[in-house]
């Protein structure tokens, strides 16, 4: 009798090593294994029943157990050898070389990027503060005051409480700067504002808005002058002409808009700047007295420069656009195109 099951044990695998050669899945794999488990295992077993003499029963017994661990683990090699191909396919990236398209970054912030390495060469650094401000850091220490057409709610987005506004310009970050840092300061505050306005091809209610502050002794407008001519020229390169025409704001005093040949009739006058040849592109000014005083700090011993730029309506003359809709529109050709 055991002789027999020996033979039957001997039959099996070598039918079992024949089976291995047809696998082609992970599925044939589990399959075959609980056909040699659960038929051809179960049967041995029960013919180690029909052994009387307990030394044979035994020895069949070892001989079953023998073949079942070889069973098991044929089939342990055989499954983890399917998984690690199947892995290896799931992450594979080369199967798709050629086929990925990498993506590139939004013509605003690749102008951002631009205007930022120029600060940031002239020794400015990055501060940014929240978009959710009050009325303090927004209006009062600015030294705008109660009456002044900024605070209408026509031009201001108020948040619930009357003192709580969308930020409708960064120059609060430059505020919450001084009041941390005493002198020097040289930082440049960019970020998201809110205004109310209409959308149409040179308004947007949310648009994008990058300040600079500097502040220590002995700075004059002259020092104003040439950061701001350098920056231009460095974004538009040196063909464009500057110049700076006596205005008004609050925050400054002396103040001046900067205004930069056209980019596209290179100062001849066209339609885009209204046949002038110029085209307005920054706000600046020395820092009012006021808001120096307002942080802190010594009048007798410290003066500074502001400027601001909305990096959206910069962004139509440095690419060339109509109107500042189309960079919101996410048209992948079009940036394919300013890329």
């Not at 590139?104 to 990055?126: D, R």
Request: positive net charge; hydrophobic residues 35%.
């Amino acid at each position: 009798m055991i002789e027999n099951l020996n033979q039957k044990i001997v039959n099996q695998k070598k039918e079992l090593l024949d089976d291995l050669n047809s696998i082609s899945s992970l599925n044939d794999a589990i399959n075959l294994k609980n056909k040699y488990l659960k038929k051809y295992v179960k049967s041995l077993y029960n013919d180690l029943k029909n052994i009387v003499f307990p030394e044979e029963k035994k020895s069949a017994g070892k001989h079953i157990n023998n073949f079942k661990i070889f069973i098991e683990e044929r089939f342990a090699e055989i499954e983890n050898k399917f998984k690690e191909q199947k892995a290896s396919l799931k992450y594979d990236v080369s199967i798709f070389n050629g086929n990925i398209k990498l993506g590139s970054a939004h013509p605003l912030m690749k102008l951002y990027k631009k205007i930022e390495e120029v600060c940031i060469n002239m020794g400015f650094s990055v501060v940014q503060g929240p978009e959710i401000e009050i009325d303090k850091y927004n209006f009062e220490m600015l030294n705008i005051p109660a009456h002044h057409p900024a605070r209408d709610m026509q031009d201001t987005f108020y948040v619930s409480h009357p003192n709580i506004i969308l930020r409708s310009h960064t120059s609060s970050v430059q505020i919450r700067t001084m009041q941390k840092q005493k002198p020097p300061i040289q930082i440049i505050s960019p970020g998201t504002v809110y205004r109310v306005d209409d959308i149409d091809p040179q308004h947007t209610p949310m648009f994008y808005q990058i300040e600079g502050l500097m502040i220590a002794e002995n700075i004059s407008f002259s020092n104003l002058k040439a950061v701001l001519i350098k920056l231009l020229k460095e974004v538009f390169g040196e063909k464009i002409q500057v110049r700076f025409r006596p205005t008004y704001y609050p925050y400054t005093e002396p103040s001046a808009a900067i205004d930069m040949s056209c980019t596209s009739c290179g100062g001849k006058g066209c339609r885009i700047c209204g046949n002038s040849g110029w085209i307005t592109v920054l706000g600046s000014g020395m820092v009012h007295p006021n808001v120096l005083e307002g942080v802190g700090y010594d009048i007798s011993k410290y003066t500074g420069f502001a400027f601001g730029l909305g990096l959206n309506r910069l962004a139509l003359l440095y690419y060339g656009l109509d109107e500042i809709r189309k960079l919101y529109e996410n048209n992948i050709d079009l940036w394919n195109q300013l890329n």
